[in-house]
């Protein structure tokens, strides 16, 4: 089966995205899947090359129209033909009208792509937020059971001291406050592995900067895009790495490769 190759990138607007390059981006890396967030935009909005790109199929949840036009989203590509397409919900309970969490799931796995909430807008928001995580922490623990996991996406919080440039002046910054990170120090010791750092162990390595204040340019930034999967798979993943010099958002592209065999 070789490896299995899976991206997910933070687009900020998935047409703008197109304007600079992002289906030569699809050809040139040639992923078996690639997981979009931060789409803001309908199916009907996209140009047909776009829906359309070769070898792939387009699975889209975009907010619902009544919450906010261009806004939130995400997408995926994918060569396998799912089992099962899941939006809208997460779980029995919890719905999502802003387009934020896409799965779909195969014989072997099943896939999360999430677009986690800032909850920087007010204190109603960041309650939000961590109710989100509890409902994903909740949801993928059971689920597990049952298939392997992969969970990826920007999830907006910085885990740790490393993951970003400036962890003293941010202490008290959203996405860096204590329980933000507990949120994800909780849904890995339910039996996840951060991909990442199996691989690299030491800072400086970021997928998103500022662009207001050019912090790119001094890489100056945080690391809030991850991939998770389950500990029974985590020995077959062979490459986790964030594709910096990939230009065209914010957020840079991350990725795993991964021995489905």
Known sequence: MGLFKII????????????????????????????????????????????????????INPADPEIKKGY??????????????????????????????????????????VYF???????????????????ITKHLSRIKKNTNIILCGDMNIAHEAIDLARPKENEKSIGFLPEEREKITKFLSKGFTDTFRIFVKEGGHYSWWD??????????GWRIDYFFVNNEIACDIKRADILTDVMGSDHCPILIEWDRN
């Open 72 to 113: 939130s989203g995400v997408a995926i590509y994918t060569k396998l033909n799912p089992n099962k397409e899941i939006k809208n919900k997460l779980g029995a309970k919890f719905s999502d009208r802003e387009g934020r969490i896409l799965s779909l799931e195969f014989d072997d796995f099943t896939i999360f792509n």
């Open 8 to 59: 997910s990138w933070n687009v900020n607007g998935i047409r703008a995205a197109y304007k600079k390059g992002l289906t030569d981006f699809i050809k040139k890396e040639n992923p078996d899947i690639i997981c979009l967030q931060e789409t803001k935009a309908f199916e009907e909005q996209l140009p047909e090359d776009l829906k359309n790109i070769d070898g792939y199929k387009l699975f």
């Open 211 to 220: 662009m207001k204040t050019r912090s790119r340019e001094k890489n100056v």
């Open 117 to 135: 909430p800032n909850g920087g807008k007010s204190e109603e928001h960041f309650q939000y937020k961590l109710s989100f995580y509890d409902e």
